[in-house]
């Protein structure tokens, strides 16, 4: 069965640097998201990307984040200057349809020192 | 803006025990209904969802929800659980191209 796939599985940064999070989407799914979970806490959405532009972006998504589709299989989560509340698991997830099902990845764990 | 609630936040029960995780959910319009499991070191998978039709829906491994509008609630249940059912429970509203997550319910079975 087709999967999502993430890299790295983890990644451990100094504050201020630049991180980015490699996703691999199924590959006859047409809609990307970027979700989050801070330990201990709810999973987040930050951002839904269709048609090599970002259809729904949440208040976490500010300027720090942006999202390419750098290649016909990539979706990176870019994140500019990471900041210590920045640590979390991020999860990638894609669909074939807005309304149809979010396939998760394994997700990356970043931890800002 | 949508919002889910999962009241339990750990469960215990002993193998064969019957299950029953809330969910309620709040949101004006038409909602589809999802419930996640995420085990041990594993990622997010789908076990159920409901669109619309049937307001009672199977999904794998012998869970089930049950949509009830009036009550706004999207409950999960497995009539007798095993000890490889020990996982984190996620119950989630999807609109507008994203999801809203629960809290999320740990479930520990016992052997």
């Known amino acids: 069965e087709p999967e999502v796939t993430q890299t790295p599985s983890h990644q451990v940064t100094q504050m201020g640097q630049e991180v980015i999070l490699r996703c691999v989407p199924i590959?006859?799914?047409?809609?990307f998201y970027w979700y989050r979970q801070i330990l201990g806490q709810k999973v987040e959405f930050l951002v839904s990307f269709y048609n090599n532009e970002i259809s729904e972006k949440s208040e976490i998504f500010d300027d720090q984040f942006s999202v390419e589709r750098p290649d016909g299989s990539n979706f990176t989560l870019k994140i500019r200057s990471t900041k210590l509340e920045d640590s979390a698991m991020y999860f990638c997830?894609?669909?074939?349809?807005?309304?149809?099902?979010?396939?998760f990845g394994p997700g990356t764990r970043l931890l800002v020192l | 803006a949508q919002s889910v609630s999962q009241h339990n936040h750990h469960v215990i029960l002993s193998e064969a025990a019957s299950l029953e995780l809330g969910c309620n959910y709040s949101y004006g319009g038409t909602v589809n209904l999802f419930w996640y499991v995420q085990y041990p070191g594993q990622h997010l998978q789908l076990l159920l969802k409901?669109?619309?039709?049937?307001?009672l829906v199977k999904g794998i491994k012998g869970f089930e929800a049950e949509f009830i509008k009036s009550k706004f609630s999207f409950n999960l249940r497995k009539p007798s659980v095993q000890w490889s059912d020990t996982a984190e429970y996620f119950c989630a509203v999807g609109s507008a191209r994203q999801l809203t997550f629960g809290s999320g319910t740990q479930l520990t079975v016992l052997p």
């Open positions: 590959s006859n799914h047409l809609y």
């Open positions: 409901y669109f619309s039709g049937d307001p």
């Open positions: 997830a894609s669909s074939e349809d807005s309304r149809e099902t979010q396939y």
